[in-house]
Each structure stands twice: as C-alpha cells, then as structure tokens.
T-cell receptor, first 115, second 112 residues
Framework: GENVEQHPSTLSVQEGDSAVIKCTYSDSASNYFPWYKQELGKGPQLIID?????GEKKDQRIAVTLNKTAKHFSLHITETQPEDSAVYFCAASRGSVGSARQLTFGSGTQLTVLP | DGGITQSPKYLFRKEGQNVTLSCEQN?????MYWYRQDPGQGLRLIYY???????QKGDIAEGYSVSREKKESFPLTVTSAQKNPTAFYLC???????????FGPGTRLTVT
C-alpha cells in the first residue's frame, strides 16, 4: 500500500519568514495530494490540494509543488503569521472521480510562528 | 449551516464496553469516512462508505464496526475487541464526483 513520509516533524519560523514542509510518497499511481491544517482539538481543515497533472498550485500565501518523477510534494507558506501556527498534514491517494478515495496521511508537522 | 457534526466531543467508557460514535452530515455527500488519530501521528483510515448500505474496511478496521442506513449518517462502534481504543476519532465526507474530503470536529474517546 501507499506510504507517505513527512518532514520535518517540528518547524519554528519567525513571523514574516517562509515555511516549507516536504512529503514523499511510495505509490506511483497516487494522483491526488491534499494538505490539511489542524488546530489543537479540532478536525483537519483542507487548505490546498494538487492533482498529478499539475506541477504547482498557489492560493494567496500558500503554494504546493509536485514532482511526480521523484515522488515528492511540498507545502510553501510565505509571509507567515502567528495564526499559521498549527499541525500540517500531507496526504496522498489514488483513484478516479466517482469513487470514494482512501487518503494516506503523513505523520504531521507542528509549525510554530514566533512573533 | 452545512457541515459535519460529531457527538459527543468527549466520551469516557470503561474497558469491555462497546461505544458508538455519531457522525452526521448535511452536505449531501455520498461518501463518508472514519479515521483514527493517535497523539503525534497522522490519521489512519478505519472504514469508509461510498453509498448507503455499503461500506469497506480501511487499514485498521479490526475491533470496529459501522453502518450506513442513511446517506447523512455513518455511526462507528468501537467494540470491546479493539485493544487500544483511546484515541481521537474523526469523521469525513466527500462527493464521489469530487476529490476533497471534509472533516468533522472529532470525538475524543478515553477508555479506562
């Protein structure tokens, strides 16, 4: 089955700096890669996702890049703010539209933005 | 308000008792999922259901059971056969015509 590894497990940055979180996956058939933000005691919130036919996607201060050849994808947060502090999870899945998907998650990155 | 509700937020049980966690959604999503999250770890899939009256085992289904009698509801029963039931349980749903899964607020189960 799929295996997703996520690094680093903890990341501290100064407010205004950029943060990068990296994930690798093992199943070359995976074709959908979402990122979730989880605040303490809450459910994960989908913040951005990318499909395998796209190399990069951006939404304001957040961007995701995908390298299918190397089987890794990354989350980039620019101009970080204290409210960005949370645990971030990457995930991967395979399948087609029209069927339920099994997401395989990374182990999470605790991001702390220092004021 | 559209969304996914899970109740209760906190649940306490004695070892050897079965317990059922509730998950309801009013998003008109076809697919629903149950994940388990342990401290410092990612989410692991327990069960998922694509349509009413049908469900499939995920990676860690042993000791759990589900039902899907209504599109809006997907309750999870943690049985006494589950060896380490204490965890944070998350329910999610998605359109089968789409890719995104949306999560509920979770139920923290503590078994002593």
């Amino acid at each position: 089955g799929e295996n997703v590894e996520q690094h680093p497990s903890t990341l501290s940055v100064q407010e205004g700096d950029s943060a990068v979180i990296k994930c690798t996956y093992s199943d070359s058939a995976s074709n959908y890669f979402p990122w979730y933000k989880q605040e303490l005691g809450k459910g994960p919130q989908l913040i951005i996702d990318i499909r395998s036919n796209v190399g990069e996607k951006k939404d304001q201060r957040i961007a995701v890049t995908l390298n299918k050849t190397a089987k890794h994808f990354s989350l980039h947060i620019t101009e970080t703010q204290p409210e960005d502090s949370a645990v971030y999870f990457c995930a991967a899945s395979r399948g087609s539209v029209g069927s339920a998907r099994q997401l395989t998650f990374g182990s999470g990155t605790q991001l702390t933005v220092l004021p | 308000d559209g969304g996914i509700t899970q109740s209760p937020k906190y649940l306490f049980r004695k070892e050897g008792q079965n317990v059922t966690l509730s998950c309801e959604q009013n998003l008109n999503h076809d697919a629903m999922y149950w994940y388990r999250q342990d401290p410092g770890q990612g989410l692991r899939l327990i069960y998922y259901s694509q349509i009413v009256n049908d469900f499939q085992k995920g990676d860690i289904a042993e000791g759990y059971s589900v039902s899907r009698e209504k599109k809006e509801s997907f309750p999870l029963t943690v049985t006494s056969a589950q060896k380490n039931p204490t965890a944070f349980y998350l329910c999610a749903s998605s359109k089968t015509s789409g890719l995104e899964q949306y999560f509920g607020p979770g139920t923290r189960l503590t078994v002593t």
